[in-house]
């Protein structure tokens, strides 16, 4: 069995380890993963104790894209240290990338961008921020996105999924009737499954 690596990607003000639970739903049905659950590179502005990947005080649809362009660059250098820690450098076909909120915002910017062809990538309660042309990878993706979603309407992954579909991508979704802004045991399951397939 081919060893992979998994690593989880954070909502604003939220820390690496908020995502251990999925860790451990996900240990029974992919054995030979390991899984990183980083912070991100910034204190979270709006105080508490948690990170950030860029921040979003007077964010609006127009200014995103552009700090998002900004944050490029502190996330390359941080998933470059995980990826090399864990002796994946040179396979990043056996790397997934599972992201929430913003941190699927930077997931999913990873693989339109073209800047990192993983093996998959989840994207819980995202959007697509990027800024265009996309140059995608041919990462598989899931979207998944509860209905009832106040803080990132989940109309954004429908948006999502149609935008990169259009650039090429192998797009699924995903969406919960009545789930908020987080990740519920269906939602879990489904995305569990996807990576199961995907990194066998």
Not at 68 to 89: K, N, P, W
Not at 148 to 156: L, N, R, S
Not at 163 to 172: E, H, N
């Amino acid at each position: 069995m081919s060893h992979s690596l998994v690593i989880f990607l954070h909502g604003v003000g939220s820390r690496g380890s908020d995502l251990a639970i999925l860790a451990s739903f996900w240990q029974r049905i992919l054995p030979a993963a390991r899984f990183a659950l980083p912070d991100a590179p910034f204190p979270f502005d709006g105080g508490g104790n948690g990170f950030q990947w860029f921040s979003i005080n007077g964010v609006t649809p127009e200014n995103r894209p552009a700090r998002l362009a900004a944050a490029r660059e502190s996330f390359d250098a941080a998933l470059s240290a995980i990826v090399s820690q864990h002796g994946f450098t040179d396979r990043l076909d056996r790397v997934a990338l599972v992201g929430f909120s913003q941190g699927s915002i930077m997931a999913l910017d990873a693989v339109a961008s073209g800047r990192w062809p993983v093996a998959a990538v989840v994207a819980f309660s995202g959007r697509l921020a990027s800024p265009p042309p996309f140059t995608p990878t041919d990462s598989p993706l899931l979207l998944i996105h509860g209905t009832a979603d106040a803080v990132i309407p989940w109309q954004e992954s429908e948006r999502a999924s149609e935008a990169l579909k259009a650039a090429g991508m192998a797009v699924q979704t995903h969406f919960l009737p009545g789930v908020g802004h987080t990740i519920d045991e269906e939602g879990a399951a489904r995305a569990g499954k996807f990576l199961a397939e995907v990194l066998g």
